[in-house]
């Protein structure tokens, strides 16, 4: 079975994130969704999230390509979790590229998958008045 995981706060889900989970999920058979806890967004992204953690695990559990959502509590985890949950794809926004090639290292194929161009959450933010991502 053919492992792939992803990371993101997916706050305000929107049809960018599906496309996104959908576009991980193709690439095997089995879909980690590592979710930023309110904690880690606060304090490391500095990010303040409409729904909490509780919420958007929720949603993201509803999802079809979603097999599994776990916590993301800090940067450094992402090397951790290759390996305990036997990861053989990791997927993520183009906006990170070059920034996860180590986990090369790790024996896992390294994805960055185009954005969708007319979508994010930092604009429905700012076009609700409310602050950015």
Known sequence: ??????????????YGHINLLRRARELG?????????DEFNWHEK????YFSYDRRKQMLEAIRYVDLVIP?????QKKTDVVKYGVDVFVIGDDWKGKFDFLRD???????LPRTPEISTTEIKNSLGGAGE
């Open 106 to 112: 790790q024996g896992c194929e390294v994805v960055y």
């Open 72 to 76: 993301e509590e800090n940067w450094e």
């Open 29 to 37: 058979d089995y879909l980690v969704v590592a979710l930023s806890t």
């Open 46 to 49: 500095h990010k303040k999230c």
């Open 1 to 14: 079975m053919k492992k792939v995981i992803t990371y993101g706060t997916f706050d305000l889900l929107h």
